[in-house]
């Protein structure tokens, strides 16, 4: 189990999150208490930056800013592409 520090943030106190977590500025995250234990669920919010980069990975293809094998061989060959 990890350890998180408690910091005073004005009038209040905060975290800082792991960047692990993968966790973006502006995320909400949903929590629930269980006795003693709170628990962050990042279920939801994680299939939400899945489903932004696959949305983010089909812009380059519908404006058609794609590259083609032979591109990316030429490019990329002195890294071993295309062997």
């Known amino acids: ?17 792991p960047k692990e977590w993968g966790l973006r500025e ?3 995250l ?3 208490k269980k006795k003693n234990y ?3 669920d990042t279920q939801q919010l ?5 489903r932004q980069m696959i949305e983010d990975s089909f812009t380059d293809f ?3 800013r794609t590259v083609s094998e032979e591109e990316m061989k030429q490019e990329f060959e002195k890294y071993g592409w295309g062997e």
């Open 30 to 32: 949903d929590y629930s």
């Open 26 to 28: 502006g995320d909400v």
């Open 38 to 40: 709170y628990i962050i």
């Open 1 to 17: 189990m990890g350890k998180l520090k408690v910091r005073k943030i004005g009038n209040s106190v905060g975290v800082i999150l």
């Open 62 to 64: 519908e404006t058609g």
């Open 46 to 50: 994680t299939q939400e930056h899945d």
